[in-house]
């Protein structure tokens, strides 16, 4: 990078989190340092939700899955309009009502303390390990392409983000990410404008959009009743249902950031906005993607995106080989672009018969694209077979570092640390006030006084941002970073979402039902992946798609909780709350 990119991108990121710092420096209570004082408005509460569940992930995988696959990602986010209005006019009132700082709270209220502990509990395991993934993910890509340190990488990101969350708590949260996600949306708006202009320099949009689509990279509905289909309409509808009112109804990052309203109203109002953004919000960062793959059929894309890998090979035993790969990839290119001229030339035929025949041979070049890079990461894995070889993190990445303007690149790099600051942080505020609220101030037995408690949130804080980059410097990499998030939140959300529904809608089942069928429901969704992961016997029969976690869980311990409470009372009688 350039001089002006180092100082757009320090400049940025330090204004930021001096401006988190210095706004709420005045913060006195724990009521202001856990709900930020309660004074927040919708717009803020938006932005604040939608900069948590936006990590830096989003922004790295999101563009290569629409690069590699086009637009079908967008329909996991098909449930989660139909999911915020669900929360909006059945669970923040309650919350309210309750005045709870937590979610886990009303739990206990609701059922036992055990129920609220074991809610909780899990909550902490899967965010805990998500707040290093979302540290470590952007820390591993940036340091490859940059070739910083890894290392000092994930320790940079981590305490930034510690200073800030701990000096201000909440509200500097809140007012952080609503900056952060200005940056975030800037940059890619920018990004998205210069690769319109380069493309509509070799040909009309509308017919760059005609040959993606001939690729199937503008498809965006799949109907397909397949449980093995990862995102269809119905998997989006339910899986994203069942996941998004877990995750923005019970998971503590989320809650604590609607908690933060003036009133009920600016809480709905602020999650009403994600309902209505959201899904084009992700639409455009997969379209970003696809803008990507319509650009390298026009100039010449690396025949591996994380060159790092791909020189790393060339240095190898197996230097022969790879050059081969290279002078296919660099001959197909030539056969890409016969193909793609002759269809852009196509497109204005009649005949649908000869168009089609046209389509036929561009996806033949395209499908022989795919097959090279295909043995590419072959090679890989043979010369290290813990190498992870899935490089769609990088697509997006290479494009910056190769095709923007000098400046844009510093920004472009600012959004990305920006994105994984602004999740982390939310995280962390999260993870601080569950553990707090939850487990310290409830089972400590001894009266504290106020700034005790402020004390202990905030430490509270230090230590899992410490927990958050240890975590990642220890990870690996996995396949896809958007995918592995939404598999982790999979795993726990079905059944930290089906306590929920039974405490808000089953009132007669009691805490010992609820908190056995939780744990024996969290086993089966358990076994069910990692059954077909390592082939456990009987569970590798299933062949199910993460989505489905969130469904199944939440079905189960309403099942069990219900079968428990028939067969261990006579006269159930409802625990009102």
Request: avoid cysteine; proline fraction near 2%; hydrophobic fraction near 50%.
């Amino acid at each position: 990078m350039s001089v002006i990119d180092w100082i757009v991108l320090f400049t940025t990121l330090f204004a930021i989190v001096g401006y988190g710092t210095w706004k709420s420096r005045k913060n006195q209570g724990l009521n202001d340092y856990l709900r930020g004082g309660n004074d927040m408005s919708w717009f803020t509460i938006g932005l604040s939700v939608m900069a948590t569940q936006a990590s830096a992930i989003t922004f790295l995988s999101a563009p290569g899955l629409g690069y590699e696959q086009g637009l079908k990602f967008v329909q996991f986010y098909f449930g989660l309009p139909l999911a915020l209005i669900i929360i909006s006019a059945f669970i923040i009132p309650i919350y309210y009502k309750l005045k709870v700082f937590t979610a886990y709270e009303y739990l206990e209220k609701r059922f036992d303390l055990k129920t609220r502990l074991l809610a909780a509990f899990l909550f902490l395991i899967q965010r805990g390990l998500a707040a290093g993934l979302t540290i470590f993910a952007p820390a591993f890509i940036l340091s490859t392409i940059l070739g910083w340190n890894l290392q000092f990488t994930n320790i940079f990101v981590g305490v930034l983000v510690i200073i800030y969350t701990v000096s201000g708590g909440t509200k500097a949260v809140s007012l952080t990410q609503k900056w952060q996600m200005g940056v975030i949306l800037l940059g890619m708006g920018l990004a998205f404008g210069i690769l319109i202009y380069k493309i509509t320099q070799f040909t009309d949009f509308g017919s760059a959009l005609e040959i993606a689509g001939s690729v199937g990279r503008m498809e965006i509905l799949d109907f397909d009743l397949n449980l093995n289909e990862r995102y269809t309409v119905w998997s989006g509808l339910t899986g994203g249902l069942f996941l998004s009112l877990s995750y923005f109804g019970t998971d503590q990052s989320q809650v604590q950031r609607y908690l933060t309203g003036k009133n009920i109203k600016e809480s709905r109002l602020g999650l009403m906005f994600n309902a209505v953004v959201k899904i084009p919000m992700q639409l455009f960062i997969l379209f970003t993607g696809v803008l990507v793959f319509i650009f390298y059929l026009y100039v010449k894309p690396p025949v591996f995106f994380n060159q790092t890998a791909l020189d790393g090979l060339k240095q190898s035993e197996y230097k022969e080989e790879i050059n081969a790969l290279e002078d296919r990839h660099s001959a197909n290119f030539e056969e890409i672009q016969q193909k793609r001229q002759a269809l852009d030339e196509g497109l204005t035929i009649q005949n649908s018969e000869d168009l089609e025949i046209l389509k036929d041979e561009f996806r033949g070049a395209v499908d022989e694209d795919v097959a090279i890079r295909a043995e590419v990461k072959d090679l890989l894995l043979k010369a290290d077979p813990n190498f992870k070889v899935k490089d769609t993190n990088y697509v997006f990445l290479n494009f910056v570092m190769k095709y923007l303007p000098i400046g844009i690149i510093g920004l472009i790099i600012a959004l990305i640390f920006s994105a994984a600051m602004s999740s982390t942080s939310g995280e962390l505020n999260a993870l601080a006030t569950t553990t707090f609220v939850d487990f310290y101030n409830r089972l400590r037995k001894k009266e504290s006084t106020e700034r005790e408690q402020l004390r202990a949130s905030k430490l509270l804080t230090v230590v899992w941002g410490l927990l958050a980059i240890s975590f990642a410097l220890v990870a690996d990499l996995f396949d896809n970073l958007i995918e592995m998030v939404n598999l982790l939140g999979s795993l726990f959300y079905g059944t930290i979402l089906g306590i929920f529904l039974v405490a808000f809608f089953i009132k007669w089942v009691k805490g010992n039902a609820i908190f056995w069928s939780a744990i024996l429901a969290e086993v089966f969704v358990l076994m069910l992946h990692f059954g077909k992961v390592y082939n456990i016997p009987f569970f590798n029969l299933f062949e199910i798609e993460y989505l489905w976690y969130n469904v199944i869980g939440s079905v189960l311990v309403i099942v069990f909780s219900l079968i428990m409470t028939i067969f261990t009372t006579s006269s159930p009688s409802p625990k009102e709350v």
